[in-house]
C-alpha cells in the first residue's frame, strides 16, 4: 500500500505547487493566463447584478471588464455571498474583489486597494415641496425611514429623528413619497440610480454630508505589480472616456469624486 501514500503525497504536493499559479496570484501569471479573476456578489444592483436576461451587468462589473482590457487579458467573474466574498482573496478563489468595497483601514490591514475608483455620501432625501427640512440637523422631531441597523439609521437617531424601520433604499424612498415619513438618509449612488430610473419621481436630495466614502478593487496583500497595473488602467479609462461612459450609464454623472 506503500506507492498508494507516495501517490497521495505527490498529489498533495501538486496541489500546494499548482493552486496558486492557477489562481494568478500576481500579475505575470495573470498575464500568462490571460484572464483575470474577479469575485463579485452578482446580486447588488446597480453595481453587480442579473438583468432580464440572466446576464451579469453593473456598474462594477463594467469596470472589472474595462480594466481587465487595460491589462491585455480577459475577465472571468466568480460569483459569491457577500459574507465570504472578500475571504475569497485568502483562499484564492479570483485575483481581485470588484464590489463597492470601502477602503477602510482595518481591510488595508490585510488586504491591498488600488485608488479609489467610486465614492458616495449620506444624503438626506425628502419630498419634493418639502422647505421644512433643509438640513440634517432639521430631522429633530421628524420621522426618518431607515433601515434601522445601518449606518444611515444611526445617522438619522443622531439627528433626533424618530425612525420609521425599512428594509432598504426602496421601500425608505416609498414611504417619503407616499407621506409616511418626513426623510430618508442613504447612499447618494442609490438615489442617483433610483433617479435614472425614475426621473419624474418627486424626492429630492435636501442636504449631504460632507466626509465621502471611497471603494476600490481590492486584492491580496503584498500585490504591489498588480495594484500598480490596476491604477494603471483605471487612470487610462478615465482618460479615454471609458470611466465616464459607464458611469453616465449607471448613474447619470460621475462617480468617482
Known amino acids: 500500500m506503500s506507492w498508494l501514500k507516495t501517490f497521495a503525497a505527490a498529489a498533495v504536493l501538486q496541489t500546494l505547487v499548482l493552486t496558486p499559479a492557477m489562481a494568478g496570484e500576481n500579475l505575470d501569471q495573470i498575464k500568462k493566463a490571460g484572464v483575470i479573476k474577479i469575485g463579485t456578489e452578482g446580486t447588488y444592483a446597480p453595481f453587480t447584478f442579473h438583468n432580464a436576461d440572466n446576464k451579469l451587468v453593473g456598474f462594477d462589473v463594467e469596470i472589472g471588464q474595462a480594466v481587465a482590457e487595460k491589462l491585455g487579458v480577459k475577465v472571468e467573474f466568480v460569483e459569491g455571498k457577500w459574507d465570504g466574498l472578500i475571504a475569497g482573496l485568502d483562499a484564492n478563489r479570483y485575483d481581485a474583489v470588484i464590489n463597492q468595497v470601502g477602503i477602510t483601514e482595518a481591510r488595508k490591514q490585510k488586504y491591498d486597494f488600488s485608488d479609489p475608483y467610486i465614492v458616495s455620501k449620506a444624503v438626506l432625501i425628502v419630498k419634493d415641496g418639502n422647505e421644512d427640512i433643509k438640513s440634517f440637523e432639521d430631522l429633530k422631531g421628524k420621522t426618518s425611514a431607515q433601515s434601522l441597523?445601518?449606518?444611515?439609521?444611526?445617522?438619522?437617531?443622531?439627528?433626533?429623528?424618530?425612525?420609521?424601520?425599512?428594509?432598504?433604499?426602496?421601500?425608505?424612498?416609498?414611504?417619503?413619497?407616499?407621506?409616511?415619513?418626513?426623510?430618508?438618509?442613504?447612499?447618494?449612488?442609490?438615489?442617483?440610480?433610483?433617479?435614472?430610473?425614475?426621473?419624474?419621481?418627486?424626492?429630492?436630495?435636501?442636504?449631504?454630508?460632507?466626509?465621502?466614502?471611497a471603494s476600490g478593487i481590492i486584492v491580496r496583500k503584498g500585490d504591489a505589480e498588480l495594484v500598480a497595473a490596476i491604477n494603471k488602467a483605471l487612470a487610462d479609462i478615465k482618460a479615454d472616456g471609458t470611466y465616464q461612459k459607464i458611469a453616465d450609464t449607471y448613474f447619470g454623472q460621475d462617480v468617482s469624486k
Open 149 to 213: 441597523s445601518s449606518n444611515f439609521g444611526k445617522i438619522a437617531e443622531a439627528a433626533g429623528a424618530e425612525l420609521v424601520g425599512t428594509d432598504g433604499f426602496d421601500q425608505s424612498i416609498q414611504l417619503v413619497l407616499t407621506g409616511r415619513a418626513d426623510a430618508t438618509i442613504n447612499d447618494s449612488l442609490s438615489f442617483l440610480d433610483f433617479k435614472k430610473q425614475k426621473p419624474d419621481a418627486p424626492v429630492k436630495i435636501a442636504a449631504e454630508k460632507e466626509e465621502a466614502v
